[in-house]
């Protein structure tokens, strides 16, 4: 299907969607998150794509909601869509089978922060710049907030929510919110790399792991453990687990069933 704001490059084993509102900082507009949502449910659904990379075309990554919209708007009913399809966005990473890595570059603020914080991997070029910075307008960054202070600890996380200043790449590295620095000439093979890493590996088992991991993410210990183990005993009926143990044992590489 065609797209306005943002292009899915569908590949085999990584795909890659691009936010392409470069003359508007790759702004979230409603129009895009709906595309982007769509967009998402097909590579969900692709059993070709093992890895997804988000990235930005222009010189940003995102910088947050489109704020024109939001003045444009001003209805409990409208801002109501617009951060509930924005939180049906962020959560939509996390149920995809595949993993998502964030390519950064340039800035990545407020809802493009929170973007990054939610896929499942980033790595930053040496350029990048984060912030929460929506108190210095009149409108915190409570949704941000969310995945942020799931991924970086709470006094960095309170530090750019209350004063909305912006963090550079090392320091992101720093707190985790992403997982490396590379310079920005680096940045496509450090993701390339990466990407093809994960994908060596059976799409079953990358989506089977993703799924335990998020689920026994916010459960106590004993909780955890009860995931886990049903997890580990699904994992380990698979055709795919018994051709990995083969493989390791016969000193091979695997042919994934799946």
Same mark, same amino acid.
């Given at each position: ?44 659904? %692709? !059993? &070709? $794509? ?6 930005? +075309? ?7 909601? #489109?704020? *024109? ?98 963090? %550079? !790449? &090392? $320091? ?6 992403? +997982? ?7 940045? #496509?093979? *450090? ?68």
């Amino acid at each position: 299907m065609p797209y306005e704001h943002i292009t899915l490059e569908l590949g085999s084993p990584v795909t890659r969607l691009v936010l392409d509102r470069p003359e508007r900082r790759n702004a979230l507009s409603l129009a895009l998150m709906r595309e982007m949502l769509g967009a998402l449910d097909r590579v969900g659904d %692709d !059993a &070709a $794509t093992r890895v997804v990379v988000i990235q930005g +075309n222009g010189p940003a990554f995102s910088a947050g909601h #489109d704020l *024109a919209e939001i003045e444009g708007e001003r209805s409990e009913t409208a801002y109501a869509e617009l951060f509930a399809t924005c939180a049906a966005l962020m959560t939509r990473l996390h149920t995809i089978p595949q993993p998502v890595i964030a390519r950064v570059h340039g800035v990545a603020t407020a809802a493009g922060c929170q973007l990054v914080a939610a896929c499942d991997l980033a790595i930053a070029a040496d350029d990048a710049r984060f912030a929460t910075p929506g108190v210095n307008i009149g409108l915190f960054c409570s949704t941000p907030m969310v995945p942020i202070s799931r991924t970086i600890p709470r006094k960095h996380m309170l530090e750019m929510l209350l004063t909305g200043d912006m963090i %550079d !790449a &090392a $320091t992101a590295a720093q707190w985790g919110l992403v +997982n490396r620095v590379v310079p920005i000439g680096e940045l #496509d093979a *450090a993701v390339d790399e990466l990407a093809a890493r994960i994908a060596q590996a059976s799409a079953a088992v990358l989506a089977m792991g993703k799924r335990a991991f998020y689920e026994q993410e916010g459960a106590d210990e004993r909780a955890a453990y009860g995931l886990a183990c049903a997890v580990m005993v699904e994992n380990a009926l698979t055709d795919d687990a018994h051709e990995g143990i083969r493989a390791f044992l016969e000193k091979r590489k695997p042919d994934w069933p799946s």
